[in-house]
């Protein structure tokens, strides 16, 4: 099992530039979420999907869309890309359920705004 | 809304050093708490968590926590850090009625000299 996988690993974009990045788990996983990580701020939902056809704001939801494409695959756009969207990005994934489950993150994506 | 607070950004220790991370959350309610560990360019990897029952919990690498409901604590530590251990650690509450939604700390980068 890959377990949760993003694409691209890094990414350098100019402002205004749109983007989409990819997020895809192979364990069944019900819910998954997308963080970004800034320095000293720790990791920040900004968007997550309940189950499959469901999507609901985080933390931090503005500059950015969400699409649960299947059970597998939860993607996060970038419309128009500003400096303040530099930060390392992280999909995540856990199996739904009465009471809480471990969360499995993937490797993250770089993403730098010029 | 819930927030938690990891003190200490920075820590420097060496071989053999004790360690230990403070976490000091701000839900009144029954929480599950956890402790996340980020090797430089890996994902974050589960260190070990608390639902229920004993407060003092074991993890995996020799890492254990505390969690003290009076001081809205929970403490990571080690009695003998190793080079292995240079990463940055991230204290987490999922709150008893936040689904399966996790508020993360600032992080603690810990570097530890050969």
């Known amino acids: 099992n890959a377990g949760v996988t993003q694409t691209p690993k890094f990414q350098v974009l100019k402002t205004g530039q749109s983007m989409t990045l990819q997020c895809a788990q192979d364990m069944n996983h019900n819910s998954m979420y997308w963080y970004r990580q800034d320095p000293g701020m720790g990791l920040r939902l900004i968007y997550y999907s309940a189950s499959e056809g469901t999507t ?5 939801p503005n500059g950015y ?14 419309e128009s890309a500003a400096p303040s969207q530099t930060s390392v990005y992280f999909c995540a994934s856990t199996t739904a359920g009465t009471s809480f489950n471990e969360q499995f993150f993937g490797p993250g994506t770089r993403l730098t705004v010029l | ?17 004790s360690l230990e991370l403070g976490c000091n959350y701000s839900y009144g309610g029954t929480v599950n708490l956890f402790w996340y560990v980020q090797y430089p360019g890996q994902h974050l990897q589960l260190l070990l968590k608390y639902f229920s029952g004993d407060p003092l919990v074991k993890g ?9 409901k009076s001081k809205f604590s929970f403490n990571l530590r080690k009695p003998s850090v190793q080079w292995s251990d240079t990463a940055e650690y991230f204290c987490a509450v ?8 996790l508020t993360f700390g600032g992080g603690t ?6």
């Open chain 1, 65 to 78: 869309n969400v699409s649960r494409l299947n059970k597998r695959e939860f993607s996060l756009r970038l």
């Open chain 2, 60 to 68: 995996i690498k020799g890492f254990e926590a505390e969690f003290i």
């Open chain 2, 109 to 114: 980068r810990l570097m530890v000299k050969p």
């Open chain 2, 94 to 101: 999922n709150a008893y009625n936040a689904g399966n939604m």
């Open chain 1, 56 to 60: 609901d704001k985080g933390e931090v």
């Open chain 2, 1 to 17: 809304a819930q927030s938690v607070s990891q003190h200490n950004h920075h820590v420097i220790l060496s071989e053999a050093a």
